[in-house]
């Protein structure tokens, strides 16, 4: 009898082995093998799934074979690895290991979207609509009740947004987006605000995204920045108006066709320069880090006045007279494809069409 059970403890010992031999063989080969692609697809894990419902999908879709051992391998060697939300990219002759470690490490396909400097809240929301792998559910919403969706109610949306290219992963809400968008700008924002050069002629951080925002819309060239600023800011200084056309322009709204008249320049509208004393009550653009810098550091010196060139450079000039000549020069016809294009200045007592006096020259 005791050999009996000595035989029969032996026999199971070799079977038990021989299972655990198999199975070892089968979780090996199932993790070794190749994923049945004909060319690279996009594996979609959405929110909430199993690391089980993976595997008996895949199989269903034919991707892999042997899901129970799968199942059985992942159970008892990555218990407690979180199944990342995503896009997996998968490639023909990768491995079920090769996405095991793509699961573990996360290695979702992250897209990017970019916001431009310049841009104002309506290009954004329209770059936002039209983006395939971004969740949309603000749809309708008018922009203050888009404000309200991202927690900031009664905010005036314009400016607030810092223009960068930003990546997420599929399935990402516009809400979260712009989120994301606020947040960046708030912090470079407070940074620079917390470094600026003394004797500014703002209240507030807000009143310098406000300049920040005019110099974004008045040049192309980098290094003038802080020079446009230096003249916005001797001008605020000594009371003098801005007159600035991205600001007018901005106050036209969707009238704007590409050119100012001398009407448009005497329009009553908050934002009109060339009649409001001091900065617009908002932004009128998305700023970068650069304009905000620039806005907060401006250039010292003495121009007063800054004419375009038609290359997107500009001509400071310190007085009247000498910005007339740099007008005489460089604008008197006026360049459609320059991003702010002021009308020329005029002799006194001129009443040219699309002129401007002296007394109400622009600065850009």
Known sequence: MRRKLLLLLETGLILAGLLLGFSAWKVHSSLEQSLHLTGEQLLDVPT??????MFYRMQSDGVINDAFWLRLYWRFNMAGVPLHTGEYRMTPGMTVRDLFEDWRQGNVVQYSMTLVEGWNFRQV???????????????????????????????????????DTYRFVRGMSDVEFLQQAYARLEEVLAKEWAARSPALPYRDPYQALIMASLVEKETGVPQERGQIAGVFVRRMQIGMLLQTDPTVIYGMGERYNGKITRADLRESTPYNTYVNAGLPPTPIAMVGREAIHAALNPVAGSSLYFVARGDGSHVFSDDLDAHNAAVREYQIKRRADYRSSPAPACARGSGADGCRTDASAAAG
């Open 48 to 53: 909430g799934t199993t690391p089980n419902r």
């Open 125 to 163: 929301r329209t770059a936002l609509a039209r983006h395939e792998k971004i969740r949309q559910t603000l749809d309708g919403l008018s922009d203050s009740e888009v404000m309200d969706r991202l927690g900031h109610p009664g905010v005036f949306p314009e400016g607030r947004f810092f223009p």
